[in-house]
């Protein structure tokens, strides 16, 4: 037909017409057709007489999907095969510590359905796991803020992230930890790392006590006027500086 690039007619004396490949959206061609004698048909002799009706064979693109678990451990990354037109079923039941249940995404963060009436992938893909949590977080680590709940932020297992930086009272905010050591994020709150945690959803601040000067006037007694430092929270010396390191 004329949607396939082919002549939808001819004469005895027109020269041999090649026939165009043609096969619709998710499909591949294979071949052209007689409808009577199942021969294959490549072209359309001069000479040629007569209505002849041809038929397109053609086949589904069968595509391949990768499922990317992202390092998780316990899962090793797999291979789906979906054929254009039949259904698409992804694996709903991996379980990642105290996540909840899994969920899938593109490259593009478009969330894919477990179930799909109808492959429409014309290209092999890849699909991401996603595992996402809410982690809580805390003050600085064995200080009073420590046990105090700053917010909370979601997160998903093995992506980039950003958690906005903490502001407290008399420290400089250098990153949010794990168990108040193991940096995982810098002082503007983006991600070291991709998230790796798969219980125990806690982070605390890391900061630097600020250092302050405190000026000594004997006012009138001995000594003179002397300068003392200390850190927030420090004790404050006469004439050195005395630290309290988080």
């Known amino acids: 037909s004329g949607q396939c690039g082919n002549d939808t007619s001819y004469t005895i004396e027109d020269e041999d017409i090649i026939l165009n490949s043609y096969a619709p959206t998710g499909y591949s061609f294979v071949r052209w057709y007689d ?23 053609k086949t589904p693109i069968n595509v391949t999907i990768t499922l990317d678990y992202r390092g998780a451990p316990g899962f090793t990354n797999s291979i789906v095969t ?30 894919i359905p477990y179930e799909t009436q109808k492959s429409q992938l014309l290209s092999d893909v890849t699909y991401y796991a996603l595992w996402e949590a809410d982690v809580k977080l805390y003050g600085i680590w064995n200080t009073a803020s420590g046990d105090t709940l700053q917010g909370s932020v979601r997160v998903a297992y093995g992506k980039n992230f950003y958690i906005p930086p903490c502001s407290l009272p008399g420290y400089t905010f250098k990153g949010w930890t794990i168990s108040g050591t193991t940096l995982i994020t810098n002082s503007a709150g983006y991600s070291l790392q991709p998230f790796s945690l798969t219980t ?15 000026t000594l006037d004997p006012q009138g007694g001995s000594g003179g006027t002397r300068e003392a430092h200390a850190d927030f929270g420090g004790w404050i010396g006469n004439s050195a500086s005395v630290e309290k390191r988080i």
């Open 82 to 111: 979906a054929v254009y037109g039949s259904e698409i079923k992804l694996p709903k039941e991996a379980q990642l510590g105290s996540y909840g249940k899994v969920k899938w995404e593109d490259a593009q963060g478009n969330i």
């Open 35 to 57: 409808k009577e004698t199942k021969e294959t048909v490549t072209k359309i002799e001069q000479g040629s007489t007569g209505t002849r009706i041809l038929c397109l064979e």
């Open 200 to 214: 125990d959803f806690k982070l605390y601040a890391k900061g630097e006590a600020r250092s302050y000067a405190v």
